[in-house]
C-alpha cells in the first residue's frame, strides 16, 4: 500500500506558477496511474492530470490544458504537476492519486490519495 504526500502548495497572484509534488513511500512503477485531482470548495473533486506508467501524460481537463503539465519519475517514486499562467479558478486543495491497474478520471476508482495540498491564486 503506497502513501502519498504532497507538497509546493501555496499562494500566488494570477499569471504566476507553481510546482506541486508528491513524493510516493513505495516503488510507483507498482501504480498504472499517477493522477493530480483538485477540489475547490463547494464543488466536486475533478482530476486535472493523468500521468501513465508507460504513455506518459494521457490526460488534461480543457481547463488546464496547455498550462499544466505531469511528470512521474518513477525512479525517485514522485509525480510533479507544474502549474503556469495560474488562474483565480484554479484555487483548490489539489491532491495526488495512484490507481494500480489503470488511468481513470474519475475519483471514486482511486483507493490511494495523499491528503492534498492547498493552493490559492489571487489577483
Known amino acids: 500500500q503506497v502513501e502519498l504526500l504532497e507538497s509546493g502548495g501555496g499562494s500566488v497572484e494570477t499569471g504566476g506558477s507553481l510546482t506541486l509534488s508528491c513524493a510516493a513511500s513505495v516503488g510507483i512503477a507498482n501504480y498504472v496511474c499517477m493522477a493530480w485531482f483538485r477540489q475547490a470548495p463547494g464543488k466536486e473533486r475533478e482530476a486535472v492530470a493523468l500521468a501513465h506508467f508507460t504513455a506518459g501524460p494521457i490526460y488534461y481537463p480543457d481547463s488546464v490544458k496547455g498550462r499544466f503539465s505531469v511528470s512521474r519519475d518513477n525512479a525517485k517514486n514522485t509525480v510533479s504537476l507544474q502549474m503556469n499562467n495560474l488562474k483565480a479558478e484554479d484555487t483548490a486543495v489539489y491532491y495526488c492519486?495512484?490507481?494500480?491497474?489503470?488511468?481513470?478520471?474519475?475519483?471514486?476508482?482511486?483507493?490511494?490519495w495523499g491528503r492534498g495540498t492547498q493552493v490559492t491564486v489571487s489577483s
Open positions: 492519486a495512484a490507481h494500480p491497474e489503470g488511468c481513470y478520471s474519475t475519483p471514486p476508482k482511486y483507493n490511494y
